[in-house]
């Protein structure tokens, strides 16, 4: 039996490149009302959206970015919050960073309207960089090392008590190990007690049982001045994605990127990024492998686990956040610049 006409050439090759295109996530910018430097965002649908940065900036939107509201933490104007993590539509964490006292974690229940200070930092030596949370009531917080002993706090109560997790839990750091306050994205958690933290070090430690115990692993990533993890991701207890470089040489992709198929336990090298990135997520109701990467200096998008990517068109951002359950994101960066993602 014969079959349809073949389409012509020049027909097929537009056909792919529309399905292509159609395929590729696009940004739409949205107004702020704000010039400071934004490092954190966290969706928490697809109207209900936090973002935090320098200058004490605290962001919301309750009808998915066409208006964004500015709150206010009482004294703190001066504190650079690299990380916001939101647990419901009225209830976030907000973490500043920096040296002894600024490092600091604030929350709210009223969406914003009162902040309470959970904690602020003692140890002059320590310097907070993220924090992630797998319920309203259990987080955990990570420092750079000091005197080759990683530092981390842990919390089972909504933050009312913050508890540093006991030295021979955690494996020694090399010198001068850390994390990289950049997108509040180094640490990853999934389902009741497996967290992930990539380091400065290239190396990620894990645990299974919600802290109390850890391991660590190299992954292959570049390391030294201004290079190393700056986020991880995963999207089940056993795949997941590391993604960083040098932030001082936004276009260049050299060896920053690996995924696992073991937990963390081995990493194998992943190329293809078109340059640093600062902030790498699975992006839901999509096929489970669809992973979008954003920097300083662009976008990337693969629907292969990181086996491919694609440049996603438009401005770069700092950090990245998909609404659980959604189409949709929001990447933040400079000068209050915000847009959104749709997929």
């Known amino acids: 039996m014969a079959g349809p006409p073949s389409m012509p050439m020049t027909t097929v090759s537009i056909a792919l490149a529309l399905a292509l295109l159609m395929a590729t996530p696009t940004w739409t910018p949205q107004t702020s009302g704000v010039t400071a430097r934004l490092r954190g965002v966290s969706a928490v649908n697809d109207r209900v959206v936090w973002a935090s940065g320098a200058n004490g900036t605290i962001l919301r939107t309750s009808d998915g970015g066409r208006t964004w509201q500015k709150l206010t933490i009482a004294g703190a104007d001066a504190l650079d919050f690299r990380d916001i993590d939101a647990v419901s539509e ?38 907070f960089d993220a924090m992630a949370f797998w319920d309203p009531e259990r987080g955990l917080a990570c420092s750079d ?5 990683f530092v981390m706090l842990a919390t089972t109560d909504g933050g009312r008590t913050w508890s540093r997790v006991p030295q021979n839990a955690l494996p020694p750091a090399v010198s001068g190990e850390g994390a990289f306050a950049a997108s509040g994205t180094n640490v990853a958690v999934l389902g009741k007690s497996d967290v992930w933290i990539g380091t400065t070090a290239g190396r990620v430690l894990h645990s299974a049982d919600g802290g109390r115990t850890w391991t660590i692993a190299a992954t292959g990533i570049a390391t030294g001045d201004a290079t190393g993890i700056f986020s991880i991701a995963f999207r089940d207890d056993r795949h997941g994605i590391v993604v960083g470089g040098n932030y001082r040489k936004e ?9 696992t198929s073991d937990g963390g336990k081995t990493w194998t090298p992943i190329k293809g990024l078109s340059g640093f990135r600062s902030v790498v997520a699975y992006l839901p109701r999509t096929p489970s492998m669809s992973l979008v990467t954003v920097g300083p200096a662009g976008a990337d998008y693969s629907s292969d686990d990181g086996r491919t990517w694609t440049p996603v068109s438009g401005e770069g951002f700092h950090a990245f956040s998909a609404a659980p359950g959604g189409q949709v994101g929001w990447g933040v960066g400079e000068g209050g610049r915000i847009a959104q993602l749709r997929w």
């Not at 209830?91 to 902040?115: E, H, M, N, P, Q």
Request: hydrophobic content about 35%; cysteine-free.
């Open 90 to 127: 009225r209830t976030a964490y907000v973490l500043s960073i920096g040296s002894g006292a600024a490092s600091r974690i604030y929350k709210t229940t009223d969406a914003g309207a009162t902040w309470t200070l959970q904690f602020t930092n003692s140890d002059e030596k320590a310097f």
């Open 145 to 149: 090392s000091v005197e080759g002993r």
């Open 251 to 259: 276009g260049e992709a050299l060896d920053n990127a690996a995924s």
